[in-house]
């Protein structure tokens, strides 16, 4: 059986970000979450049996609004339920939350890698995306976290109004300097719902222009692989042996636990994956661990279509691509070979013995590769 990530989603934020569509809600006290996510580790240790992890990773909202002694309560119980020798243990902070006694107790309770949502390091950007950090704030947040953690990474928002070509690279230079061995860079995206949605629908444009969107990332990957990192997956890139293990588990189609609210799982039961997903506020999902002992709110086994789908979508993203022949265990039949052979000699896609790839090229217009391939 291949290894289980392990996800903990903390919703909770200082400030709510006005792009933001994630499961956030605004920071409150709240004595019963941490105890509910451990109780419900337990339960999902029952249904996934024993098995190895691979990483656990503390996602948000904001887990570096979490003590310490939180987040070494949830690696001691992983801990215990599977076991969690050699592994990676992420978990994402905002520079605002900036706390070096706190980091440092990060790193005593097992934490090997942090993820710092930068963004910018420009003033008025950060003002403009709403973030409660500045700049210089960024810069001490990002050195201090290089200090005390063995691998670091950091978010990069690309793509806000006004945005110029020579900005992108001030901020793309400041993260080389300082010697960050892993960058995210985010196209901003408007999505429903979001404050940023509002003013679009009143006239006020939040973001540049798809040609200059298209320029900036094409800048970001020249920039950063002349710098010595992998381009590895759509939005990210790392030095040799910086890529996060746990993204690459969602990547790669393995199985995750999802812990907290709203938190997404998937877990393979007798051969058939299947799809999780948790009480969406932070009072429902309590609540239901009290009651029934699991925060799942629903359980859905996914069909050899729907899994296959996923397992392609995610595969083509990352450069390893994907297995034909798992790909074919999966959906219970091959890939659309009508489709296949024209985006291969089309330069998008790469065949190499069993493994399929997008290319460089391909990875640029990924939605339309998939959607043709997917075509029945
Ligand atoms: C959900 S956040 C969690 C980390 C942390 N709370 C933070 O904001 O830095 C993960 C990443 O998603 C990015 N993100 C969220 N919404 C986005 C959007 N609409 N467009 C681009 N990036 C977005 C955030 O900026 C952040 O870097
Ligand atoms: S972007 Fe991060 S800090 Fe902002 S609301 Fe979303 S999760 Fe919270």
Redesign the pocket.
């Known amino acids: 059986m291949d290894k289980l990530a392990v996800y903990i989603h903390w919703p909770y934020?200082a400030r709510i970000?006005p792009?933001?569509?994630?499961n956030v809600y605004k920071r409150r006290e709240d004595n019963l979450l941490l105890p509910a996510i451990l109780a419900d580790l337990a339960h999902w240790r029952e249904l996934s049996g024993p098995r190895e992890v691979s990483s656990i990773h503390f996602?948000?909202?904001?887990p570096s609004l979490m003590t310490p002694a939180q987040v070494g309560a949830v690696i001691q119980t992983v801990s215990a339920l599977w076991g969690t020798s050699g592994i990676e243990i992420a978990l994402?902070?905002?520079p605002h939350e900036i706390n070096a006694e706190d980091w440092r107790g990060y790193r005593a309770a097992g934490l090997n890698r942090l993820?710092?949502?930068v963004?910018s390091f420009h003033d008025a950007a950060l003002r403009f995306l709403g973030r409660n950090h500045d700049g210089d704030t960024a810069r001490a947040a990002l050195d201090l976290a290089i200090g005390i953690f063995p691998s670091v990474s950091a978010?990069l928002?690309f793509g806000w109004a006004g945005q110029t070509e020579t900005n992108l690279s001030h901020d793309l230079s400041i993260l080389i300097a300082a010697g960050a061995p892993h960058i995210?860079t985010?196209?901003?995206?408007?999505?429903d719902g979001?404050a940023?949605a509002k003013a679009e629908t009143r006239g006020q444009t939040r973001t540049v222009s798809s040609d200059l969107s298209a320029d900036l990332y094409d800048q970001v990957r020249r920039t950063l692989m002349t710098s010595g990192f992998d381009h590895y997956e759509v939005s990210n890139f790392a030095k040799p042996k910086h890529r996060s293990r746990h993204n690459l588990a969602y990547w790669q189609g393995l199985d995750y636990v999802g812990v907290g609210p709203g938190a997404h799982g998937r877990i393979t039961l007798n051969n058939t994956r299947h799809a999780t997903v948790a009480h969406l506020t932070p009072g429902a999902y309590t609540r239901a661990v009290k009651t029934t002992g699991t925060g799942i709110a629903s359980r859905e086994r996914l069909t050899p279509s729907d899994a296959a789908t996923e397992y392609l979508l995610m595969g083509l993203r990352i450069d390893e691509g994907i297995s034909l022949t798992r790909y074919t265990e999966l959906a219970e039949g091959p890939l659309n070979a009508a489709e296949l052979e024209p985006l291969i000699n089309d330069g998008l896609l790469l065949k190499q013995g069993e493994r399929l790839s997008a290319t460089a090229q391909g990875r640029l217009v990924l939605n339309a590769v998939t959607e043709r391939l997917l075509l029945t």
């Open positions: 934020c970000c792009y933001c569509d994630f996602g948000g909202g904001t994402e902070a905002n993820s710092l949502g963004q978010d928002i995210s985010y196209q901003l995206t408007i999505e979001t940023f």
